[in-house]
């Protein structure tokens, strides 16, 4: 059974830092390059960022580049955002996902909360 599960979200005050993790099982995950999302209300899904299956190369919206890093551990099957000086705009459900061609996986999702 496949399954993505982010973890890491709660309440944080504007200029602290957040580490979401999302941890993968059930498929071959060294595979699929691995995106994460942000949905706020009442807005679009967004890609916040995303890491090739090595992870040897990541892309960054540009509302986050330069405060946000993710990373990815093949072994563990475990991709990480590391979101520091979190802005009251990065506030939304953050949701990871799997890509491999058609084929793609989402998580649940962890919700993210700032504080001004």
């Known amino acids: 059974q496949v399954q993505l599960v982010e973890s890491g979200g709660g309440l944080v005050q504007a200029g602290d830092s957040l580490r979401l993790a999302c941890a993968a099982s059930?498929?071959?995950?060294?595979?699929?390059?691995m995106n994460w999302h942000r949905q706020a209300p009442g807005k679009e899904r967004e890609l916040v960022a995303a890491i090739t299956r090595a992870g040897d190369s990541t892309i960054y919206a540009d509302s986050v580049k330069g405060r946000f890093t993710m990373s990815r551990d093949n072994a563990e099957k475990i991709v990480h955002l590391q979101m520091n000086d979190v802005k009251p705009e990065d506030a939304a459900v953050y949701y990871c996902?799997?890509?491999?061609?058609?084929?793609?996986?989402w998580g649940q999702g962890t919700q993210v909360t700032v504080s001004s």
């Open positions: 059930g498929f071959d995950f060294s595979s699929y390059a």
């Open positions: 996902q799997a890509v491999n061609g058609l084929s793609k996986y």
